[in-house]
């Protein structure tokens, strides 16, 4: 037998103390000075880990919790039987209670933001409306397809099709679609998507055509006795991106806005505008006399945001990644390297505003980066609104913001995602006087 180094190896078994729930949605364990990344466990708990991963030199490894020693007394009864260890990997906190749950996610934020931005904040994760049990909320699931024609969903870090009845996160109208009672030969993959308005659809991938669907956007915000109310249809592509909740996208706008309280007049930027969701209520709130920017790199996004948009006298949308808009060179926002040799520096957009009254940043989950952080602080806005589906990308761009001279008025986080480890938040950053 060859001698398989140091260490632990894939599919050793050992007893460990699990002892903080970390960002990634899984917790942390040691064995022997590795550090080992437990998934389907809880903080407090002893159990039997698996090894699934040996990370780089061995410093750390993955497993799974196949055996539970000491419970702790957050752990339930997994509601879905498809979850678990080798399972289907698209939630993994199934066996936790939902407000335990949120007790973890809100302990991810603040520990990101102390060790990523030096902030102590008070986090709490507040339920997103229409959710009571965690359950039956996914209006978008992407179905795997094996090569048999066979939809299911992957195993957790695997390409594996685990075949389930149906997916207990999702919608009804996801449910009613019955994507994996049928087979789909020649098909890598289907989205079942069940819009707020209209019929579910279900589009297998690849697709020649891709329909659309309609979202209704119902949210108000402000004092209690005269709220503002805003209401609208957005057109979206069945595959775009929208919020995955169906209370999501209300719950976040008007979080956003409440905290910006966007006066008539005044100039918005809506930066990673998507298909223009706070582009249209910023647009209803500076009014005739104001002015909205909306910066979106997706050209389907922009297609749509453009021609629903184009009756507003006062909404310009730019088709451009938000760095290029501002004339900055692309990096890596992962390694934070520029550009490959060769590559031109943008030309900064004639369409941005020099200075600017209110900033909403929605980026993708890998954040805005020191340079867009940069650059909207270059415009002196009064408040920045920033939307955040990552913690650490949140706390990253904090500390830019810090650094820059804002400091955090403001902040809420949404449990927009239960039975999983993600969590959204809406920060909202002002000049810092002092």
């Known amino acids: 037998m060859p001698d398989r180094g140091p260490g632990l190896a894939v599919g050793d078994e050992v007893e460990v103390e699990v002892t903080a729930f970390a960002h990634g949605g899984h917790c942390v364990a040691r064995h022997d000075g590795q550090v080992l990344f437990v998934r389907h466990t809880l903080p407090g708990e002893r159990v039997r880990a698996r090894v699934t991963e040996v990370g780089s030199g061995a410093r750390f490894v993955r497993a799974d919790a196949v055996g539970v020693v000491s419970a702790s007394p957050d752990r339930v009864e997994p509601p879905c039987p498809w979850s678990g260890p080798g399972a289907c990997g698209g939630c993994d906190l199934q066996h936790v209670d939902l407000a335990a749950q949120r007790r973890l996610k809100a302990g991810v934020v603040r520990e990101q933001l102390r060790r990523l931005a030096g902030l102590d904040a008070e986090v709490e994760v507040e339920p997103v409306p229409g959710d009571a049990d965690g359950l039956g909320w996914r209006t978008r699931v992407e179905f795997a397809v094996d090569p048999a024609g066979r939809a299911g969903l992957r195993r957790h870090r695997s390409h594996e099709v685990v075949r389930v009845d149906t997916c207990r996160i999702a919608t009804p109208g996801v449910d009613s679609l019955a994507v994996t009672a049928r087979t789909w030969p020649g098909v890598e993959a289907v989205d079942a998507v069940a819009p707020s308005v209209g019929p579910p659809v279900a589009v297998a991938v690849p697709a020649e055509e891709v329909p659309e669907v309609t979202e209704r956007v119902v949210a108000a915000w402000g004092p209690s006795g005269a709220p503002t109310r805003f209401e609208h249809d957005f057109t979206v592509s069945a595959r ?41 209520a910023l647009s209803d709130a500076v009014g005739p006399d104001g002015q909205v920017v909306a910066v979106e790199a997706d050209r389907d996004a922009v297609a749509r945001a453009t021609a629903d948009l184009a009756g507003r006298g006062n909404v310009v949308v730019l ?12 990096t890596d926002r992962r390694r934070g390297r520029a550009g490959g040799p060769g590559r031109r520096r943008p030309t900064r957009s004639p369409l941005l505003p020099q200075r600017a009254d209110v900033v909403v940043l929605d980026p993708p989950r890998t954040g805005a980066g020191v340079a867009v952080v940069g650059a909207v602080t270059d415009l002196r806005p009064r408040v920045v609104a920033y939307v955040a589906c990552d913690p650490a990308a949140l706390a990253r761009d904090t500390a830019a913001l810090l650094e820059r001279g804002y400091r955090l008025a403001a902040l809420r986080a949404f449990d927009a995602f239960p039975m999983t480890h993600h969590v959204e938040c809406v920060a909202h950053f002002v000049p810092d006087a002092g």
């Not at 956003?256 to 706070?278: C, N």
């Not at 938000?322 to 692309?330: C, E, I, N, S």
């Open 240 to 280: 775009g991106f929208w919020q995955v909740h169906p209370g999501a996208a209300a719950t976040f706008l008007a979080a956003a806005m409440e905290g910006l309280a966007v006066r008539p007049g005044e100039r918005a930027l809506d930066l990673y505008s998507g298909v223009g969701l706070f582009a249209a």
């Open 319 to 330: 088709g451009a990644r938000v760095d290029d808009a501002f004339g900055l060179p692309r």
